[in-house]
């Protein structure tokens, strides 16, 4: 069965303090990973879009990953403005147009 | 250049009331979409469209509707409301390049409650 999994469901670091967040997928015929950005309230805001593995992209203290069965995003010394709920989401062939979403990694980043 | 704008923000109903959330975007896109949101679940698909007059199912689609008679619009129904609708719903749209492959952006959200 297909699956978007994140890790871990919470994580609160202090200002400064560099971690990474996981995105696990098992999807047939991987078209891209995207990850994604929510302040509460308000809509999810695009960060990156990933299509093969060994692929990076970074901005400012943010840098994606992906492998075969994972993508990570990697924190480098964040602020308490970082401070979101990160979620990744897949594209594959068995989904046409459509994208499936994990649930979400809630990130508190305490100055 | 607004992007994806979503009326009305927030409401309540009553359950067995009927509504309709609109959805415009003004960024041309073919595909648009109708997800919703609830602690725990992530998001997920109502309904989508990949082209003016288009619409087809997704994931949770039982007691929707969508219609896209315009490009740039996507209504989602709800035709008898039940406290179970009652969630975050976010309208969004997508377009396609061989350069840059797919990308989503999202409204800001419609925050429904069905008492």
């Known amino acids: 069965e297909d699956q978007v999994t994140q890790s871990p469901e919470a994580l609160r670091l202090q200002e400064g303090e560099s971690s990474s967040l996981n995105c696990s997928y098992t999807v047939s015929g991987l078209r891209g990973l995207f990850w994604y950005r929510q302040d509460p309230g308000k809509g999810p805001e695009f960060l990156f879009t990933l299509y093969s593995a060994g692929e990076e992209k970074e901005k400012e203290r943010l840098k994606a990953t992906l492998t075969k069965k994972e993508s990570f995003l990697h924190i480098t010394a964040p602020k308490p403005e970082d401070s979101a709920t990160y979620l990744c989401a897949v594209q594959a062939d068995n989904y046409g147009q459509n994208f499936v979403f994990g649930p979400g990694t809630r990130l508190s980043v305490l100055p | 250049n607004a992007g994806v704008t979503q009326t009305p923000k927030f409401r309540v109903l009553k359950t067995g009331q009927s509504m309709t959330l609109l959805c415009a975007q003004d960024?041309?896109?073919?595909?648009m979409y109708w997800y919703r949101q609830d602690p725990g679940m992530g998001l997920r698909l109502i309904h989508y469209s990949v082209g003016e007059g288009t619409t087809a199912k997704g994931e949770v689609p039982d007691g929707y509707n969508v219609s896209r008679l315009k490009k740039q619009n996507f209504l989602l129904g709800l035709e008898s409301a039940a406290p179970s609708q009652t969630s975050v719903y976010f309208c969004a749209s997508s377009y396609f390049t061989r350069r840059s492959g797919n990308t989503i952006y999202f409204g800001e959200g419609s925050w429904l409650t069905v008492v």
């Open positions: 960024m041309n896109h073919e595909y």
